[in-house]
């Protein structure tokens, strides 16, 4: 039983899909803030202060305690929210499917199976559920492959942006035109999750230059914003752009085009099942 002009099948009466799980205003609010946060956390070696005499420059170690907490707050509005024991049920079997294809691939080459299903499910569940399925698998994956380490809770808020922008992508656009939008979306997150992870081990695979040492590309406090980003821009190329990000990206292109179609087709059938009313 449905009501007068509701959404059932995974599409709106003109064809368009929709999200089986949209994003409340309050939860929206707490998703820009933790990610806000998220991004400063990220961008800390742009904000480090030292003095000009310092020796050792300690990293602020209090973001990586802080990034669990912000991660958290969002998994318990959403888990409130929404995600009603059916979508929690299709939660938790996406994230073991993830975390398994994560072990077998192992980030080889880059080749990461973990992405294209993130994408395609927050794709179909909405940004809010693509952004717990994000932080979920990865945090499944790093127990199955004892991958967990201080790069853990930052791989999981950019696994959990990557889910949370497949969910923002325009709703109207269906068909093979659908597919074409999540490869470029796939190929952009894949270059941009290298980036992001790239600039929070920054200052840990090079070290920090202090000034009257010489550091090639490291970070260099108090040196122009400019100069930095160019270092790191150089790194970024030399270390992951052409290699890891690349494998990364010609992997969800491949997974998307081959079985983009068939998951979507199923996840929504799924959603048709499990959803009786929706306003």
């Not at 996406?94 to 993130?118: H, Y």
Request: glycine share 12%.
């Amino acid at each position: 039983m449905t009501t007068a002009g509701a959404r059932v099948g995974g599409a709106t009466a003109g064809g368009a899909p929709w999200a089986a799980v949209p994003l409340r205003l309050r939860s929206a609010a707490v998703l820009t803030l933790a990610s806000l946060a998220g991004l400063l956390m990220f961008l800390w070696p742009l904000l480090v202060r030292v003095r000009m005499d310092a020796e050792v420059v300690q990293p602020p170690f209090v973001f990586v305690l802080l990034l669990p907490v912000v991660i958290l707050v969002c998994l318990a509005e959403f888990t409130e929210g929404g995600m009603d024991s059916k979508v929690l049920a299709m939660l938790g079997v996406l994230t073991a499917i993830n975390a398994v294809m994560r072990g077998l691939s192992a980030g080889m080459a880059g080749i990461e199976l973990v992405f294209f299903l993130l994408i395609l499910g927050g794709r179909v569940f909405g940004a809010g559920f693509g952004f717990v399925l994000g932080c979920t698998s990865l945090f499944a994956s790093a127990l199955l492959t004892a991958g967990v380490g201080p790069w853990l809770p930052f791989q999981m808020l950019a696994s959990a942006w990557v889910g949370m922008g497949a969910g923002l992508l325009p709703r109207r656009v269906t068909g093979r035109r659908e597919i074409a939008l999540l490869v470029v979306y796939g190929i952009v997150a894949a270059y941009a999750f290298g980036l992001v992870m790239n600039m929070s081990s920054w200052p840990f695979a090079l070290g920090i230059e202090v000034p009257g040492h010489s550091g090639g590309l490291s970070f260099v406090p108090g040196a122009p914003l400019l100069e930095n980003l160019h270092r790191f821009g150089v790194y970024t190329l030399l270390t992951s752009t052409g290699s890891w990000d690349t494998g990364r990206a010609i992997t969800n292109t491949i997974a998307l085009v081959l079985l983009g179609p068939a998951v979507l087709t199923t996840l929504r059938r799924a959603v048709r099942r499990a959803t009786v009313v929706r306003p």
